[in-house]
């Protein structure tokens, strides 16, 4: 089973200042995608970036990159040049393959980690 | 344009009574999701249609009963519900459920359901 933990449930940082969110994962699958997701105040879940498993690089998206180390089953995410509107719950996540490929796929989230900007 | 439109935004309604949520996609999505996110929780699986046939329930109560009428519109019809049902309800929609590549899903903002 795929297991998403963000060891991190709160995190604060400055206006202007990078802040780097934790996550790891747990899986037997070689190819595979990862996400961070992005929830405001106003619920909706904003796809910040997303990682494929056989890519060694790392994502990048604007102010937002990725962190992945796969054989430590890590995927970090670093915001820089932080802004009073990416205070938000942040949530990884992993696609997982439900019961075969006809079947689909689906998201299993991270616990998540909110993060307040502070002036 | 990732828009999914969710209506309504907030809905109340005794365990008596029947309400329906709505979901609409236009990007041409074949794949659409229904998630329920309780407070301060990740969001959990609850169906996944696939070319408007229902491919996957995450043995979710019959008191939820999912329809894809057409492949644009998601409806998730409510009936006899437990104060335990309240939740945020959020649609999500990708373009195909085969395919890892195509299956990137774009979320509504959601419909905050108290039920009394």
């Known amino acids: ?119 | 344009d990732t828009e999914v439109t969710q209506t309504p935004k907030h809905l109340v309604m005794g365990m008596t009574n029947k309400k329906s949520l709505k979901c609409e996609q236009h990007m041409g999505h074949r794949a659409m999701y229904w998630y329920k996110q309780k407070a301060k929780k990740p969001p959990e699986l609850m169906f996944v249609y696939s070319y408007e046939k229902l491919s996957i329930n995450e043995s979710v109560p019959s008191r939820f009963s999912p329809e894809c009428p057409n492949s644009s519109l998601l409806n998730l019809h409510l009936h006899a519900l437990q104060p335990e049902d309240s939740a945020l309800y959020l649609c999500a929609s990708s373009p195909r459920t085969s395919g890892r590549s195509k299956n990137i899903q774009y979320f509504g903002a959601g419909t905050r359901l108290s039920v009394l």
């Open chain 1, 1 to 119: 089973a795929q297991t998403v933990t963000q060891s991190q449930p709160e995190m604060s940082v400055q206006e202007a200042e990078t802040v780097t969110l934790s996550c790891t994962y747990d899986t037997s699958e070689s190819n595979y995608y990862l996400f961070w997701y992005k929830q405001p105040p106003s619920r909706q879940m904003i796809l910040v970036i997303r990682q494929e498993a056989y890519k060694q690089q790392n994502a990048t998206e604007n102010r937002f990159s990725v962190n992945f180390q796969k054989a430590a089953k890590s995927f970090s995410l670093k915001i820089s040049d932080s802004q009073l509107g990416d205070t938000a719950m942040y949530f990884c996540a992993f696609m997982k393959l439900l019961q075969n490929s006809n079947s689909g796929y689906a998201l299993n989230f991270g616990k998540g980690t909110s993060l307040l900007v502070t002036p």
